[in-house]
Structure formats: structure tokens, C-alpha cells
């Protein structure tokens, strides 16, 4: 049992690593006009169903990730014609990519989605999607569609804005604390602080709301693997999908919000291959 475990990871190591070895600069800044070109027409594909509002936006060998797992567009999420709810995006003009959260509530389902450039800053050359639908941890989109719609995620004034690394190190610190012990210490906690959890809500609308409670106490579980983010210095955010191991290898994303300097917005979407998710 422990020889598959272990040739599973692998071959999941190696799918992901290859499907996102994506050629690009990052020491260059991207176009943040043709990033949203590629996330409005991401959403156009999105509502019709259809990849033709991408294809002129599509490198020759892109790649389509859905739940961790390469997938052939016409048989996913995409393919599917949806009412979209809620929209935001968010752009990394480092790393040429973007990160857009979606929610359908007759679909029903969340989505989130990292779209990455190529080495020319233009063309698509991966879209990565974790899709959570009914069955999926703590799902339910109407739930969810009310509680975002409580929140203001207005741009960080420049003055206040967080480094790419203060913002990554706090996102990385959070997914630590199930496999270290010290991670916790190392989370910028702020006050207010609430947490979206598939649809599962920590905020009561009090000035003394906390991300902490319902924070791991076991910190022996495996680790949160595979990491791929997507960071908006103007948004305070970073968006981090990855595996989540101790949850039976779910397809998982984060989204963390720091303001001043301290974390203010957790949201997650896990998704188990269509299987009830257990911890």
C-alpha cells in the first residue's frame, strides 16, 4: 500500500510539473491588457460553453488542467455553459498570468482558475482550474455567492502594499501549519479575519472576527504539495492551488488576503475527483 501511495504521487508530480512547464520571463512585467483580455475571454468561454472566444488567444500547445488532472477541454467544466454569479480576477504581472474566482449558482458550481502566458506575454499557455460542484467539501454555491458578496476586496492603497514575498510567505505558511508545528507562528493573523471554507463561513460581521479557530492541532498530517500561485500586489492576494494530501489527494485552492500587512480574507474551494471529500 505504501509502494502505490508513493508511485502515485509520482506519477501525479510528474503530470502536474509537465502540464504547467510553462516557458516564461518573470523578471520582465507582463501586459496587464492582454492578461485581461485572456481572463474576459476565459468568462465568455465559460458562459457559452464554447473554447471559440479563446482560440485566437491559445498557444499551439497549451494545456488544460482541471482538478489537477490534464483534461481534454470538450469534456470538462469548460465545456459547459454557465451562469456566472460572481466574477473577479486577479492579475500577477510578474509571473504573466491571472487568477479568477467564478460562481454559478445554477450551475451549481465555484471555480478557480490561473491562467498562465507563454514567453511572448500574449498567448495562453495554460489554463488550470479547480471546479467544485455538488459533493464537494462543504459545497453549496448559493451559500457561498451570499457570504462573498458581504466582503469589500477594494486595491491596496500603494503606501500599504505588501512585497510579492511578505504576501506568498504568508499564503505558504497557512498551508503549512497541517504538516509543522511552527507554521502558525508564522502566520501574519489579523483582526478582522474571516474564512470561506467551500461555503462554510468564520465571519460574524464583528470587529473581533479570527481566522484561528478551527486551525489544525494535529501538525503530523501530510503536506499540502504541488503549489502553484498566482500573487496580486495591488489585491494584497495570492492565489495557491495544490494537493491536498491529507485530504485524499483533493485538488485544492487558497486564496489569502493580507491588509497592512495582515491577513484579512481566506477563501478555498476543494474538490475530491468527484468523490466525497474525508478528512
Known amino acids: 500500500m505504501v509502494y502505490l501511495k508513493w508511485r502515485a504521487s509520482i506519477a501525479l508530480n510528474t503530470l502536474i510539473v509537465s502540464a504547467l512547464a510553462i516557458p516564461y520571463s518573470p523578471a520582465v512585467d507582463c501586459d496587464r491588457a492582454a492578461l485581461s483580455e485572456a481572463a474576459d475571454a476565459y468568462i465568455t468561454a465559460q458562459t457559452t460553453g464554447s473554447l471559440d472566444p479563446l482560440q485566437k488567444l491559445l498557444s499551439s500547445n497549451w494545456t488544460y488542467l482541471e482538478n489537477n488532472k490534464a483534461t481534454t ?3 470538462s467544466v469548460l465545456h459547459k455553459a454557465l451562469k ?4 473577479r480576477t486577479n492579475y500577477d504581472l510578474v509571473a504573466c498570468a491571472t487568477y479568477t474566482e467564478l460562481i454559478s449558482t445554477t ?3 465555484t471555480l478557480a482558475t490561473q491562467i498562465r502566458h507563454g514567453a511572448d506575454k500574449k498567448k495562453i499557455a495554460s489554463i488550470d482550474t479547480i471546479a467544485a460542484t ?7 454555491a448559493t451559500k457561498t455567492l451570499g457570504y462573498v458578496k458581504q466582503e469589500s476586496w477594494p486595491p491596496i492603497p500603494p503606501a500599504n502594499r505588501d512585497s510579492r514575498a511578505v504576501i506568498q510567505a504568508a499564503g505558504d505558511a497557512y498551508l503549512d501549519m497541517w504538516s509543522s508545528t511552527t507554521a502558525d507562528k508564522l502566520v501574519p493573523w489579523g483582526t478582522p479575519c474571516v474564512r470561506l471554507e467551500g461555503s462554510a463561513y468564520t465571519g460574524s460581521g464583528s470587529a473581533n472576527d479570527s481566522c484561528k479557530p478551527g486551525i489544525p492541532s494535529n501538525h503530523s498530517q501530510a503536506p499540502n504539495t504541488h503549489r502553484r500561485y498566482v500573487i496580486d500586489e495591488d489585491m494584497g492576494s495570492v492565489s495557491i492551488f495544490c494537493v491536498w494530501e491529507h485530504m ?5 485552492s487558497h486564496e489569502f488576503r493580507l491588509e497592512g500587512g495582515k491577513l484579512r480574507f481566506v477563501h478555498t474551494m476543494t474538490e475530491c475527483g468527484g468523490r466525497v471529500c474525508k478528512l
Not at 455538488?134 to 453549496?140: E, I, K, R, S
Open 107 to 109: 450551475g451549481p458550481y
Open 248 to 252: 485524499m489527494m483533493a485538488a485544492d
Open 73 to 75: 477541454p470538450t469534456t
Open 84 to 87: 456566472i454569479d460572481h466574477r
Open 134 to 140: 455538488t459533493g464537494a467539501w462543504l459545497f453549496n
